[in-house]
C-alpha cells in the first residue's frame, strides 16, 4: 500500500458503529505498524490520536487518564466504555420512570377535572 493512503487512513481512523473497542484497537494499531518509520507520528502522538477514534464522552474519559503506554490506553478504554454504557442506560431508565410518574400524576388529574 502506498505510504500517503496509509498516513490519510492513519488521519481518518474512527471505530464503527458496530466495531468493537477490540477490533478497533487491532485496525489502529495495524494501520499505525505499517505507516513507514520516516512518516510514523512518535507514539506520544498515536496516544493522542487514539481517543479521537471514540464519541466525546469516551474520548474525553482517555484523555483525562494520564497512561504512560497504548497498550494501557486500549485496556482502559474497554472499562471506560463499560461504565458509559451503565451510566447511559440508568440514566435510560430514569428518565423513563419520571416519565411513568408524570403521566400517572396526569391521569389522575384527569380524573379529578371529570
Excluded at 484497537?25 to 481517543?51: Q, S, W
Amino acid at each position: 500500500m502506498n505510504p500517503l493512503q496509509i498516513l490519510a487512513e492513519y488521519e481518518q481512523i474512527k471505530r464503527n458503529a458496530v466495531e468493537s473497542i477490540q477490533d478497533y484497537c487491532v485496525r489502529f494499531n495495524t494501520v499505525y505498524n505499517e505507516i513507514p518509520d520516516h512518516l510514523k507520528p512518535p507514539v506520544g502522538l498515536a496516544m493522542m490520536k487514539f481517543p479521537d477514534g471514540f464519541d466525546a464522552d469516551m474520548a474525553y474519559q482517555l484523555r483525562e487518564r494520564e497512561l504512560a503506554i497504548m497498550e494501557d490506553m486500549q485496556k482502559i478504554a474497554v472499562n471506560v466504555e463499560e461504565n458509559l454504557l451503565s451510566k447511559r442506560a440508568r440514566a435510560k431508565a430514569e428518565k423513563k420512570v419520571t416519565v411513568k410518574e408524570e403521566s400517572s400524576s396526569m391521569d389522575q388529574l384527569l380524573k379529578k377535572v371529570e
